[in-house]
């Protein structure tokens, strides 16, 4: 099997995990699950086309797994977050958080301080690409309420 096609199962597999330890609604299940291996494909492309860039390769993918969660929210008539949360498990950087807290008590301050840089650009990539996506949506989707307010 392919490592790639292994990637995107797990992945699968580890969105499905989070959304049933949320206890995720069962019809909800399968969109999520879903919505975890797009989200590792696309980072898994833009990573391989953007010179291996992992900053904007995980901001890209936390974007379409934010406009997937507002979309499928609309036809499942549920909140976003719903769908949001289990898709983005895949983007979490868990290996760079576990070693630099592996280091840090290790002694390895230096080593410790690389993964918590790559730690905390990866947390901010997922952070940049969901705010975007949600002030663009709120923006077109919204306007009735911006109207009004003005």
């Known amino acids: 099997m392919d490592i790639e096609v292994i990637k995107l199962v797990t992945a699968a597999l580890g969105s ?3 959304a049933l330890l949320f ?3 069962k019809e909800h299940l399968f969109t999520a699950s879903f919505g975890g ?3 590792r494909g696309i980072f898994l492309l833009i990573f391989n086309l953007s010179e291996e860039n992992v900053f904007f390769a995980i901001m890209m993918a936390a974007a379409f797994c934010s406009v997937y969660a507002e979309i499928l929210a609309k036809f499942r ?12 498990i895949p983007l979490i950087p ?7 807290m592996s280091n840090f008590v290790q002694g390895n301050l230096t080593e ?3 993964y918590f840089k790559i730690t905390i650009q990866s947390a901010l990539s997922i952070a940049l690409g969901i705010s975007i996506v ?17």
């Open 16 to 18: 499905l995990g989070f």
């Open 23 to 25: 206890r995720l609604e």
């Open 37 to 39: 291996a797009l989200t």
């Open 77 to 88: 008539n549920t909140p976003a977050t719903v769908l949001l949360i289990p898709s983005i």
């Open 94 to 100: 868990g290996s760079s958080l576990y070693y630099s």
């Open 112 to 114: 410790a301080l690389d």
């Open 134 to 150: 949600w002030t663009v949506w709120a923006i077109l989707f919204n306007r009735k309420r911006y109207i009004k307010r003005a």
